[in-house]
Structures are given as C-alpha cells and as structure tokens.
C-alpha cells in the first residue's frame, strides 16, 4: 500500500538549551563553575578579565528557568495524512512555576492562500520545565497555515506573558511566502 504524506514546515524546532557550554566548549575552562562574584574576585587578583567563564555565565542567564510561569511555543508543523489533516507542534514551560493552560489559533489556508475558518486548540497544565506536544485536527484539506494567536494563564487565571520562539524564522519568510501566495492568485 502507497502511502502519500503532506509535510508543511512553518519553522524549524528551536532550543535555547542547545546552547550549552558543552558546545561552544569541548573542554570547559577550568574556573567555568565559578559564580560572578568569584569571577570578580579573580580578575581583581589577576588584573585581567575571564571572557571564558563570563560567557559561560551569559549563556546560564539565557537558558535559566525563570520565577513564574513561561509557556514557549518551539516548534510547530503542519501534516497530512491518510485523509487526516492536523498542525502539530511543542510547548515548554521555561518557568519555575506551572502553566496551568492556554490556547493555540491556527488559520488554515486554502490552495490560493484564502483564509479559512480559525481553530481554536486549546491545552492542559505544563509542570515547570515540561514539553507539552500538541496536535490540532484541521477538517479541510491543509495547503498551508499561520499561527495567529497563542496565550496561556496561571493558577488564578490571569494571562502570562506567552513566547512564540518560532516568529523570526516565520517573519524571515513572510516577504517570499506573500510572493508565492500572489503567484498563485493570479493563475
């Protein structure tokens, strides 16, 4: 059995935490576990400055949890399948403290890039740290999609400040994707 799969590819999975020393540093420098102020205790013995453990400590600052809650989408597709059409993607909780839900609006588009009817995804609580993978269904068939809108509120239901880490590579694209989408209204 022939088996055809449409993948759309709206952004590509983005982790800060990549970002690890381990990376930039196969060998980490000798004093990298020293804390800001022992750095600063050391460059005042020493007279110089350690741009090695000062970058190490920049990197940590990025990739730390944060005090509240801090839901990330990070990654989101679209796929179609056996006559099954969804977008699917992640949610991190970058905080210390859980996300207790939120929301996802995905706006399909047709073959000439009209917009269809948006899709409300709703999701559940994220524990601190957690990755969340969701898949909204899409009942038409999917030539394409955007994500305009994603918000999540804490324990008291009060909205949080919600990332999308996927807008710059989407933003980057807009320009060639407005092409193509005037391209093919015109056939």
């Known amino acids: 059995m022939n088996k055809k799969y449409i993948v759309l590819m709206s952004s590509i999975l983005l982790s800060t935490s ?12 000798k004093d990298a576990h020293l804390s800001p102020k022992e750095i600063e205790q050391q460059q005042d013995l020493t007279g110089g400055k350690n741009k090695d453990a000062e970058l190490i400590h920049e990197l940590s600052k990025e990739t730390a949890l944060v005090e509240g809650p801090s839901p990330h989408l990070t990654f989101h597709m679209g796929l179609s399948a056996e006559g099954q059409n969804f977008v699917g993607g992640s949610i ?10 939120g929301y996802i609006v995905i706006l399909p588009l047709d073959e000439k ?12 609580k994220i524990g601190s740290g957690e990755i969340l993978p969701f898949r909204a269904p899409v009942e038409q068939p999917l030539s394409a999609y ?42």
């Open 18 to 29: 990549a970002l690890g020393t381990s990376i930039l540093y196969p060998e980490q420098p």
């Open 92 to 101: 991190e909780n970058k905080g210390k403290v859980s996300v207790h839900g």
């Open 113 to 124: 890039c009209n917009p269809l009817n948006p899709i409300l995804h709703e999701f559940g």
């Open 146 to 187: 955007r994500v305009i809108g994603f918000n999540a509120f804490d324990d008291m239901g009060f909205p949080i400040d919600s990332v999308d880490d996927t807008v710059q590579i989407i933003t980057k694209r807009m320009p060639e994707e407005r092409k193509a989408c005037e391209a093919k209204r015109i056939q």
